[in-house]
């Protein structure tokens, strides 16, 4: 059992940058890949990054690479998603997610492989 608690959204002009943090309980963090998703108003859910259990490998939706980077340390049970160029299209509940599947290419995107998930934290850029 994995439980994920995000923290750090917030309200940020256009432009500007934030940090999300997702920690997560149990001893078995360190075997699962984590992911990111956002979930804007009347939108679905949709994927936003993900890193392997190790940290070496990361995936990146289309819209977000280059302004995001997502990022873990073991050590402290936290996964990261630092946000940069924040656009108002960026506006989102975003929510951390952990996977034990093996995946790659465009099959890291699909909710259905995520085992936990958190409650969310809402993002909001303003223009």
């Known amino acids: 059992q994995v439980q994920l608690v995000e923290s750090g959204g917030g309200l940020v002009q256009a432009g500007g940058s934030l940090r999300l943090s997702c920690a997560a309980s149990?001893?078995?963090?360190?075997?699962?890949?984590m992911g990111w998703f956002r979930q804007a108003p009347g939108k679905e859910r949709e994927f936003v990054a993900r890193?392997?259990?190790?940290?070496?490998?990361?995936y990146y939706a289309y819209s977000v690479k280059g302004r995001f980077t997502v990022s873990r340390d073991n050590a402290k049970n936290t996964v990261y998603l630092q946000m940069n160029s924040l656009k108002p299209e960026d506006t989102a509940v975003y929510y951390c997610?952990?996977?034990?599947?093996?995946?790659?290419?465009?099959?890291?995107?699909?909710?259905?492989?995520?085992?936990?998930w958190g409650q969310g934290t809402q993002v909001t850029v303003s223009s």
């Open positions: 997610a952990a996977s034990n599947t093996i995946t790659s290419g465009s099959n890291v995107g699909q909710m259905p492989t995520y085992d936990y």
């Open positions: 149990g001893r078995t963090f360190s075997s699962y890949a």
């Open positions: 890193v392997s259990a190790s940290g070496f490998i990361t």
